[in-house]
């Protein structure tokens, strides 16, 4: 695939057709809970320790054919950690929310600058760790706001972590760790500890 924006359209119309059958072949019970699994481990060992209790947590509330967080996101508040899942503003900023709260009080689009760790949506990412999303722009905004202390991990169904090249934009922010059903692994070679 080729690199800028007018071939993200096209990149990401492929994309999302393999995704639709990759999600139809998996069990996606059993992916939630080896995410959580993977991420409890993940935060219990030497890549994320250090989290305390009532750290903040930004994560999302998974659409059908993406990688499922509600068990991910039932178990990191079983750990003691603040979720905050956004809600999507009709300019595409997102607002936040923290998961816990049935009234869904609003916490400001600033939210993302206290976290101390963020799972991310996207279609894929490469190795280089150019990471590819729906198109909204969404988490482009959020990316830049993060501390470049907040470890980002991005959720992908196992196969999504691709060889190929995705496009790019200037504006786009690198990421450094996959999170999957069968693992956390770093995005690019040069990855080193989130």
Request: hydrophobic share 40%; glycine share 12%; aromatic share 2%.
């Amino acid at each position: 695939m080729g690199r800028g924006s007018s071939a993200k359209g096209d990149a990401r119309r492929l994309l999302r057709a393999q995704r639709r059958e990759l999600a139809a072949a998996r069990d996606l019970a059993a992916d939630g809970a080896a995410l959580a699994a993977v991420l409890e481990s993940a935060l219990g060992g030497e890549r994320l320790a250090g989290l305390p209790t009532g750290a903040t947590v930004l994560s999302y509330e998974s659409l059908p054919h993406e990688p499922p967080t509600a068990a991910l996101n039932a178990r990191l508040q079983q750990l003691g950690l603040r979720v905050l899942v956004p809600i999507t503003l009709p300019d595409m900023r997102l607002e936040w929310c923290d998961l816990a709260d049935a009234g869904r009080t609003p916490l400001g689009t600033d939210a993302p600058r206290g976290a101390d760790l963020a799972l991310v949506p996207a279609l894929a990412v490469d190795t280089t760790g150019t990471r590819l999303g729906q198109g909204g722009g969404c988490y482009d905004r959020v990316l830049p706001a993060l501390p470049s202390s907040t470890p980002v991990l991005v959720l992908l169904h196992p196969g999504e972590h691709t060889d190929a090249p995705l496009p790019r934009d200037p504006h786009d922010v690198p990421v450094r760790w996959v999170l999957t059903a069968g693992g956390l692994s770093p995005a690019s070679e040069g990855s080193g500890p989130p």
